[in-house]
């Protein structure tokens, strides 16, 4: 059971990859902007529209416009807590995601603007 959804925005590092659940005041040096998701709030399954805070591009971050995020049974056993690992709610939920270069980092020199990029299950797994 697999399905896409519409996300509003995602920042990918080149450097390191950020769950959007992990990204707080304590641990983003750069400031913080409210980003509209789709979030579990607990174990139930139910996904709904959430508010997060994000934080802003940094010199070797890609902004992406998301077009298409899947979610597939990790996903599904991530959010209703069936695995040891516990889960930190708010959780949004998805990877594999197709969308357009929104903006990009100082650093960045393989995207641009405009590109149409995807974003693997796995990030930064290629050295």
């Known amino acids: 059971f697999a399905f896409s959804i519409f996300l509003a925005s995602l ?6 990859f950020h769950a ?9 040096a750069l400031p913080l902007s409210p980003v509209l998701a789709i ?14 805070e994000r ?10 416009d998301i077009k298409f995020c899947g979610i597939c049974h990790s996903d599904l056993h991530k959010i ?31 995207f641009k603007v405009g590109d149409r990029v995807g974003v693997g299950c796995i990030v930064d797994s290629c050295k």
């Open 39 to 52: 979030a579990a709030k607990d174990t139930s399954g139910v996904l709904q529209r959430f508010e997060i």
């Open 80 to 110: 209703r807590g069936e695995w040891a690992v516990p889960v930190c709610y708010p959780m949004v939920p998805g990877h594999e995601i197709a969308g357009i270069v929104r903006s990009v980092g100082s650093s960045v020199t393989k």
């Open 11 to 16: 920042q990918v590092s080149l450097s390191t």
């Open 20 to 28: 959007a659940s992990h990204l707080t005041k304590k641990s983003c």
């Open 55 to 64: 934080r802003e591009v940094g010199d070797t971050d890609v902004d992406i």
